[in-house]
Structure formats: C-alpha cells, structure tokens
C-alpha cells in the first residue's frame, strides 16, 4: 500500500543523514538554482498568456509590452547560460 509522508518527516530522514558543510552549499545553490528557473518558466508561460489575450484584443500597446518583457526574459536567460 502506498504510504505518504509529510513534509515535516521529509525534513526529518534528510536532517538524520547530515550533510558537511560544503554539501549543504551546494544544495542551496541548486535549490536556488531550481527555483529561478521555475520563476522564469511562470514569467515566461504568463507573458505568452497576456501577449495571446493581447492579441484576441486587438491591443497592440499590450503585445509590444509584453513581447518586449518576453524578449527581455529570453535575452537574460541566453546571456546567463
């Protein structure tokens, strides 16, 4: 049967196993890491949202916003890699 966990006991089992300091380093870059680029997939998936409805509204001072944000999001996720 399949047992489910909450996340209080999910921070237990991790805290048991202690990791050196160089370990918890990294996995806070990571998890920083992972965060950002979920954050910048929401941006991303919202402007895509606003520019369509833009579109459906015919408003064209919306779309050139939110096309210029999505460039400016895009720009700053090639530049970075």
């Known amino acids: 049967m399949e ?10 089992a991790v805290g048991k196993g202690r990791a050196s300091q160089g370990e918890q380093l990294l996995n806070d ?6 965060l950002k680029h979920v954050h910048r997939e929401q941006m991303r998936d919202r402007l895509i949202a606003l ?15 939110y096309t210029a944000q999505l460039k400016t ?3 700053d996720d090639v530049t970075k890699d």
């Open 29 to 34: 870059i990571y998890m920083d890491l992972f």
């Open 3 to 12: 047992q489910y966990y909450s996340y209080a006991e999910f921070l237990k």
């Open 73 to 75: 999001l895009d720009d």
């Open 51 to 65: 520019i369509d409805d833009a579109l459906d509204r015919k408003d064209k001072k919306g779309f050139l916003d």
